[in-house]
C-alpha cells in the first residue's frame, strides 16, 4: 500500500529551465528525505528533513533547494537544471530522526530527463 | 566513513537455482543496523529484511541474511530464485544518523 506520494511520475525539459516535485506521506512520520538514483542506479542520499527543519545537506549543487511546509510534505526544486541532474528523484520517510533501525519508506520517484 | 560494497553488479540466475547476493560493510559504529531493500522495475523501493543480531538469521518472503559482524557481512541468499525475483538489490547500513547504501546488484532471473 503506497503511502509516500510524488508528483509528476516523469518530467522532461530543457537546459536552464526550473522544476519542481512534490512528496507527501501519509504515515505520520517526522523525518522526510531526497535520494537521488542515477544512471547506474547509485542512491545518493541529497537531503533529511526532521519535523519540517532541514537536518543534513549532503553536497548537492545549490540548485537544489528543499521545502518543507510540514513534516507531511517535503518538496524540491532545481532551479536552472543540467544535464547531470536527469535522474531518478525518490522521496522517502522514517518514523523519527536517528533511530538506526528505521526503516525507510519511499515513494515511486519522479524522473527526470533534461534534454 | 561508513560504506557498503555490493560486489557483484548483475547477477543472472536460472529459475530453481539459489540466489546469493553478496554484501559487506565497514562502520566505526558498534550496533549498526544492517538492512536489504528491493526494488522491482515501476514500484518503489521497499524493505525486505533488516537485522542488528549478531549470527542470527533473519528471514522474509522466502530470502533470508545472518549479519556476521567478524566478518562485517550480510549476505542476501534463498534456496530457490524465481522469476518474480528478478529486481534491484540494496544493501545498507545504519549507524550513527546515517543511512549508506551499496551500489546495488541486479538480479535477472531467467527460464
Known amino acids: 500500500e503506497t503511502a509516500v506520494f510524488q508528483t509528476p511520475n516523469y518530467h522532461v525539459t530543457q537546459v536552464g529551465n526550473e522544476v519542481s516535485f512534490n512528496c507527501k506521506q501519509t504515515?505520520?512520520?517526522?523525518?522526510m528525505y531526497w535520494y537521488k538514483q542515477d544512471s547506474k542506479k547509485l542512491l545518493k542520499i541529497m537531503f533529511s528533513?526532521?519535523?519540517?527543519?532541514?537536518?543534513v545537506n549532503e553536497t548537492v549543487p545549490r540548485r537544489f533547494s528543499p521545502q518543507s511546509s510540514d513534516k507531511a510534505h517535503l518538496n524540491l526544486r532545481i532551479k536552472s537544471v543540467e544535464p547531470e541532474d536527469s535522474a531518478v528523484y525518490l522521496c522517502a520517510s522514517s518514523l523519527d530522526w536517528g533511530a538506526s533501525q528505521n526503516t525507510l519508506y519511499f515513494g515511486a520517484g519522479t524522473r527526470l530527463s533534461v534534454l | 566513513g561508513d560504506s557498503v560494497t555490493q560486489t557483484e553488479g548483475l547477477v543472472t540466475l536460472t529459475e530453481g537455482l539459489p540466489v546469493m547476493l553478496n554484501c559487506t560493510y565497514q562502520?566505526?559504529?558498534?550496533?549498526?543496523?544492517l538492512f536489504w531493500y528491493v526494488h522491482y522495475l515501476n514500484e518503489s523501493p521497499r524493505l525486505l529484511l533488516k537485522s542488528s543480531t549478531d549470527n542470527k538469521r533473519t528471514e522474509h518472503q522466502g530470502f533470508h541474511a545472518t549479519l556476521h559482524k567478524s566478518s562485517s557481512s550480510f549476505h542476501l541468499q534463498k534456496s530457490s530464485a524465481q522469476l518474480s525475483d528478478s529486481a534491484l538489490y540494496y544493501c545498507a547500513l545504519a549507524g550513527n544518523y546515517k543511512y549508506v547504501f551499496g551500489a546495488g546488484t541486479r538480479l535477472k532471473v531467467i527460464a
Open positions: 562502520t566505526i559504529y558498534s550496533n549498526p543496523f
Open positions: 528533513y526532521n519535523n519540517k527543519q532541514l537536518i
Open positions: 504515515l505520520g512520520h517526522d523525518t
